[in-house]
């Protein structure tokens, strides 16, 4: 017994080493066979080091115990000498209590350890073979399977071996044991062996040479009969095939006085537990080409031939890999192997979720999952990817752009985390679990197994969240990314063209010049740059979504254009590889018409909002102001600031113009939205937004010029007509009116010329030239029109409209909203308008026949010659004109006793006029069916041809550009343009009846 003074200093130093009961390690320490050694600081420092130090001191007595006294003092004398061994058997003794057991019933095997020659450090499956030779029966077999096992758990655990290469050993002794039980089974049954040629194939981590420490062993049995005087009839042949199988199963799987090996798991072979355990090739290849599923064909991924008749599992390995790398071609592969993964997931138990390291969300499963997926469907055409291993095959998918290296790089860290955790948790007592300890002992071991030693288990828990955290966020982008399931869907000779079948292909695609767009390929995707590669696997989906639209070259061409403008830009290839339909949805913009992929090509950084699911959604007026505001603020000069302004502009009508396509067309993460009412509704609001804001941008450049902050007088503009009614299309000018009011200090006439120079500059501003689409500002609706002054103060306005106003600047007014100033005088303004647009008592009768005068007048006057009225969306039957008109007409009449009527929105005073009961439902569904159409007709009309228009394009091209943003398919042009004479018809009986009173 130690004397209490050394015990007490004992009893710190053990603390100090990380031994959690001192007390019992102190009586370990004083056993007797430990004499020799009890004081050597360098054994107390080598436990230390150990996982647990405790479990290493227990393990370390009952090995000395077992010994006997010759065997004794080599141990001890070894363990004092031999640094390698001394780290190697505490290494394994304080991480494996399922091995510390192993050697103390065969306390020799601590001599498997000592060994420290470079050879060592990499046996593959002939050194296994060596240690396991002699092993004749199955007892024998488990022990020398363990002894093996106990030199990759020490190379393991001492860190000579990383995690990959521990995995790969692994799999090489299963290997070299499937032969070893594949040899028992033969010689307990020598006639059976000679009438069949048995091949034993390694499926799943064994295959893929990823083995855990203890895993089922996947295998598919072959079998062929054997040839020569022996040679048996096929069916007994395949009986004695299945009599060897199943003892080879028997020999690892069984249970006996040395424990087991592992479970040999034939279940992944054709038909499952249900099917023969042993097939002829011929059956393999008949089952997989008529009836295998999906992840038949991903469990073959990994398939390698490991025993028995090398020769014949090499056969079935090449006969059933192009079936393999066909399987992404099979209908719904893509959608089959994701439903798949979420049923793993769906069934783990609610307790264990959070401790599931394999299957759970953030688990290997995750990483493996998508790496494979990947693999099967870019493997088609990229031999690189055919291979075994996780991390082999991630490697080759970041090599050859498939994924992101910052990506692969982090998936590779947290794998090679995620599966070390897996092994040491299987290697403590040698099970097949995958939950994380919940014990705070547990935890611990695994933390400083890990090299975790300071907090270990705050730092594990920290690590493995974080690690998780990472595989399921890039799993999510990864596996669930929208261009996999269309690269799926292209045949094996659209992957990768030659020249001549490019140039067939686009061709039946439908490009008109294929010699163009073949040069426009070779610039995109020749050479071995990683642009060049992810442009290969980009491309081909391309091409058919290209396809899709009216002008297949001009979406090539643009994608081109973009690619080159953007082509130094690191984020641009990814986004279009990785994130949500970013793909997708370029394609449609580019093929689409002129008008988005001019506003992209000047600004090509907006590639970016495609990949964000709220990157189309328009942004609202306040937020836009703030935005164009701090612009101008930061810019040097008025015209600086101007333009500052339209790059604000240039950027949000192209988010509103590709949201509007991929609105209209759909992709296949979003399909075409149902109601066109509500895309006219958003691009109507989102221009007028903008559109607001920058007027108030030029404002303030305009006022900041010469005044600074602040004017001499109070300033507002009004919006009119589809500007004030939130109705703008891409090619409306924006109608207004000027009101100022002098402050009550001001000098009126100075008022009045700051007033007129405020407007006069933001005219000019706005004139500027520029590539851009303009933003014109028209002031005719103002009194007087164009003899009028440009601008009035709200007290000349009210003058003006008490005495002079006529009934067509009422019926303008009602679309009057205050825009951009101040807000305010713009409320007063609306204020002083209302009783004139809303007037009491309705309007008398000369006041509706001037109204029906002057729209006749216009469809009579204005209507372009030559033009068809049936197919003008504005001034034409049906168009846009007599559905405002008549609604107007509505409003003026009864506006003043019908609240819902007093709104600037022509779709909303028809919804307000149909509830009142002022039109049938049935004649205001026409009315607002055809006002949409036609809106729809001349925001198509400016998306395709760059410029604004009221009648369907003369092109053919570009009529079909319009039929497929109204929902049409290629060549339903002629139904477009029915449907639409049908939709204004009907309209216009309408209006004859409401409005003309006919």
Known sequence: MSAPGRRSSTFTRLLRHGFTDPSAAERLLDAPELAAVRGDPVLLDALGATADPDLALLGLVRLAEAQDPAELRVLLDTLVTAKPMRDRLLGVLGASEALGDHLARHPRDWHALVTYEAADLHPGVADFERGLAGATDPVALRVAYRRCLLSIAARDVCGTTGVAQTAAELADL????????????????????????LAVVAMGKCGGHELNYVSDVDVIFVAEAAEGPR????????????????????????????????????????????????????????????????WEFQALLKARAVAGDLALGEAYVEAVSPLVWQAAERENFVPDVQKMRRRVVDNIPAAQIDRELKLGPGGLRDVEFAV??????????????????????????????????????????AYRFLRAMEHRIQLYRLRRTHLVPQDEAGLRRLGRSLGLRTEPVAELNRAWRRHASVVRRLHEKIFYRPLLDAVAQLAPGEIRLSPKA?????????????????????????????KAAIQRTLLPVLLGWFADSADPDAGLLGFRKVSDALGKTPWYLRLLRDEGAAAENLARVLSAGRLAPDLLLRAPEAVALLGD???????????????????????????????????????????????????????????????????????????????AATLAGALRAAVGAQWGERLPTRFAVIGMGRFGGHELGYGSDADVLFVHEPWEDADEQEAARAAN????????????PTSDPPLLIDADLRPEGKSGPMVRTLASYAAYYRRWSLVWESQALLRAHPMAGDADLGRRFVELVDPLRYPEGGLGEDAVREIRRLKARMESERLPRGADPTLHAKLGRGGLSDVEWTVQLTQMRHGARVPGLRTTRTREALAAAREAGLIAADDADVLDEAWVLATRVRNAVMLVRGRPGDTFPSDGRELGAVARYLGYEAGHVG???DDYRRTTRRARAVVDELFYGS
């Open 174 to 197: 299963a290997t070299a044991t499937l032969r070893a039980a594949l040899a028992i089974a033969r010689a307990a049954a020598p006639e059976d062996a000679a009438m069949c040629r």
């Open 231 to 294: 040679a048996a009839d096929e069916d007994k042949a395949l009986r004695a095939a299945t009599r060897l199988a199943s003892h080879l199963m028997r020999v690892c799987s069984e249970t006996n006085i040395e424990g087991t090996i592992w479970p040999v798991d034939a279940n992944l072979r054709p038909e499952g537990r249900n099917g023969p355990l042993v097939r002829t090739l011929s059956s393999h290849l008949a089952y997989y080409q008529r009836w295998a599923k999906t």
């Open 372 to 413: 494979q997926l990947l693999q099967l469907v870019h493997g088609r055409s990229d031999a690189t990817l055919h291979q075994g291993s996780t991390l082999g095959a991630l490697a080759a998918l970041s090599a050859g752009g498939y994924v992101g290296r910052a990506d692969a790089v982090q998936l590779d860290e």
């Open 502 to 530: 490019a140039g067939q292909r686009l061709e039946a695609l439908g490009y008109a010049d294929p010699a163009s767009a073949l040069r426009h390929l070779e610039a995109l995707s020749s050479g071995v740059t990683r």
């Open 613 to 691: 699911p709220e990157g189309l959604k328009p942004r609202g007026r306040a937020h836009l102001e703030q935005e164009v505001l701090a612009a101008v603020g930061r810019a040097d000069g008025a015209e600086a600031a101007v333009a500052a302004a339209r790059g604000v502009r240039r950027r949000e009508l192209f988010r509103t113009a590709a949201g509007d396509l991929v609105g209209s067309y759909g992709t296949e993460e979003s399909p075409a939205e149902q109601d066109p009412g509500a895309l006219v509704d958003r691009v109507g609001n989102a221009l007028t937004d903008l559109n």
């Open 757 to 768: 120079t405020v407007v006069a500059e933001m005219r000019r501003l706005l004139q500027l």
């Open 975 to 977: 139904d477009m343009l």
